[in-house]
């Protein structure tokens, strides 16, 4: 898809002329604020931020005073390479770090297209090279004042923000649909865990320890053979590719996991997150895996585990010294709704997963269309 532009009407402006910072500050205990908006609450790449904070949860630093109001525009000026900026529809405070932002009509920029200035492949660009800081750089004020870029004349600004909050609106639809299929599992699971028979984990498959090849053994690091499975892998409810992979021979030394395996963080701060492992290789040992299951049996389990109620019953089962830890042979013990027909716990997994996959192939396509379309309007990244 090509927009077929013609730039020649276009006015090469500095973003400090055609945006205005909010500074207003207040006291939220004093002001009936009730919200506030940090770092964690705004989603890579989106446009919209929809999440919060209450301002009394004990989490909010003392520099979260500056004010925003509906309709304006966030962005988080530290590690700006995150791509955290969008739209609020309600109001609160954020902390000296991000940016409450407005664009100004008379001097050329509608509020509805500065959302896609910041989140373009330009911008980002620019805004990651003047950064300051090593350890959490930051773009300051005065030079995300000074980035550069051709803005299109107000009719035209208008067509592509029509044009781009349309993507945007349907992105949204597609999540949306993948969260109530999520949400009818998380439903139909509270009810299984409901049933009173209960089977043993240990009951339902094999568990085994993952073990760490010698590291001090070049060769069994020094290649691409194997995956190595850690805790950082298990983020979803499958495991994501390894970070780090071994030799064959380093497999040996460790123990192999078979497709299917359901693998279970099992301490520290990753203590109780599972996914199922799709590629055969071998994990440390902060992972215990169930092995033997067959791929729906597979999927249930791990769904039945990460499930808050399943969360909970590894909880209950962990032992607590230095770190938080769980045995194996206490998840051995953990018993989980396991009915002799599960057929249609079957049905509602895959369910689930055919809208995940869906609803991510279909995000991940209207992505590139988007990065496509802002290339084609701001340029690509510098």
């Known amino acids: 898809m090509s927009l077929n532009l013609d730039k020649t009407a276009w006015k090469r402006v500095q973003l400090g002329d055609v945006i205005r910072r909010s500074r207003t500050q207040a006291d939220p205990a004093n002001r009936g604020v009730d919200r506030y908006v940090g770092g964690g609450h705004i989603d890579s790449d989106s446009l919209t931020i929809e999440r919060f904070g209450d301002v009394n949860d004990g989490q909010m630093g003392s520099t979260f005073t500056y004010l925003f109001q509906s309709g304006q525009v966030l962005f988080v000026s530290a590690r700006p390479y995150l791509r955290k900026s969008g ?3 309600f109001s609160g405070v ?13 001097n050329g920029l509608l509020q509805e297209f500065l959302p896609f200035v910041l989140a373009s492949d330009h911008f980002i660009a620019y805004a990651t090279t003047e950064a300051t800081g090593s350890m959490n750089p930051r773009l300051l004020w005065g030079q995300m004042q000074g980035y550069e870029f051709d803005l299109p004349p107000l009719d035209e600004q208008q067509r592509f923000a029509d044009l781009l909050w349309a993507l945007e609106k349907y992105r949204l639809s597609i999540q949306e649909r993948a969260d109530r299929a999520r949400d009818v599992t998380a439903v139909v699971l509270r009810h299984a865990w409901g049933d009173e028979r209960k089977v043993a984990v240990g009951d339902i498959g094999e568990c085994v320890t993952g073990s760490t090849p010698p590291k001090a053994n070049a060769g069994y690091w020094n290649s691409e053979d194997v995956p190595f499975y850690t805790p950082s ?19 040996k030394a460790g ?7 359901v693998a279970v963080a099992c301490i520290g701060g990753d203590l109780g997150k599972s996914a199922v492992v799709l590629e055969p290789g071998i994990s440390n040992q902060q992972i215990t895996s169930v092995i033997g299951l067959p791929a729906d049996d597979a999927e249930l389990l791990q769904a039945i585990l990460a499930h808050p109620l399943g969360r909970a ?3 209950a089962r962990e032992t607590t010294t230095i770190v938080r830890k769980l045995n194996k042979s206490d998840l051995m013990k953990i018993e989980v709704p396991w009915p002799a027909d599960r057929r249609a716990l079957h049905t509602v997994i895959q369910a689930r997963r055919t809208a995940t996959v869906s609803a991510n192939f279909e995000m991940s396509r209207l992505a590139r ?13 510098e």
């Open 94 to 106: 954020v902390a000296d770090k991000t940016y409450v932002l407005d664009a100004i009509p008379e």
């Open 369 to 381: 269309l988007r990065v496509a379309l802002t290339a084609e309007i701001f340029g690509g990244a």
């Open 313 to 315: 019953a590894l909880r």
């Open 87 to 89: 739209v609020v529809n």
């Open 233 to 251: 892998e298990i983020e979803d409810e499958f495991a994501t590719s390894a970070r780090q992979r071994v030799s064959l021979a380093g497999a």
């Open 255 to 261: 123990r192999m996991l078979p497709k299917n395996a």
